[in-house]
């Protein structure tokens, strides 16, 4: 026997059906606008430098993002971040030693660094979400150095090491003092000065997404 929905069940399906599909486009929104301010940001830290390099504002709507959205919503804005770094030249010095190291070291490390934040967030939220903050907000720029770092030695080892003794310092020296040093504090102490207003808002973003925020 064929049992065809009544009038109510009907109603009930399209109101999930319509709840569904405004949550989607509420997220979608949101990953609009952070990928916006993430662009914004990166265009604007390339006016404040220490050292050599522009400093990174974007990292913290990339935690939010990752906290908000989920590890995959992180992972695109840092590779937002990156796509931005290489379009405003800003990783032209390392592009003309090595093309295609660069282009994979930027776009990886934000790529990684959000999407690990946003992953640590999810594990550690369920026992303490500000734990989980202060530690995600900690993580991506620990992350987004380290791969840095790591693309220094395996596609620049050669031009680095060039400038390095012509400044009469050691490779290894010359990458953590003149390349990542004031940089990775400036960045590290941002990200967590600011992870009490990522949690508000997150509130925020929850209550929009029609989500209860979590009480640690």
């Known amino acids: 026997m064929i049992r065809f929905p009544s009038g109510t069940e009907r109603k009930g399906f399209g109101m999930n059906q319509n709840t569904k599909t405004l949550k989607k486009v509420q997220k979608l929104t949101l990953i609009a606008l952070l990928t916006a301010l993430v662009v914004i940001l990166q265009i604007l830290g390339g006016f404040i430098r220490i050292g050599t390099f ?13 906290a908000l959205l989920g590890p995959w919503a992180g992972g ?37 660094a959000g999407f690990v934040s946003g992953a640590v967030y999810r594990l550690i939220e369920k026992k303490n979400r500000t734990a989980a903050m202060f530690t995600s907000a900690a993580l991506c720029p620990i992350i987004n150095t ?24 050691t490779l290894l020296a010359y990458i953590i003092i003149v390349l990542i040093g004031g940089n990775f504090i400036f960045e590290l102490v941002f990200n967590l000065v600011l992870a009490p207003v990522i949690l ?3 509130d925020v973003g929850k209550k929009m997404l029609g989500q209860v925020p979590k009480n640690d």
Request: glycine share 14%.
């Open 146 to 169: 380290a791969l840095f770092f790591c693309g220094c030695y395996l596609f620049f080892f050669e031009g680095l090491t060039s400038a390095a003794a012509s400044g009469g310092q």
């Open 54 to 66: 522009s400093v990174s504002l974007v990292l913290v709507p990339i935690v939010l993002g990752a």
């Open 200 to 202: 508000r808002l997150i």
């Open 76 to 112: 695109w804005l840092g590779l937002v971040f990156g796509a931005v770094v290489l379009i405003s030249g800003d990783a032209a010095w390392f592009m003309g030693m090595n093309l295609p190291g660069t282009v994979i070291t930027v776009l990886l490390k934000g790529t990684v």
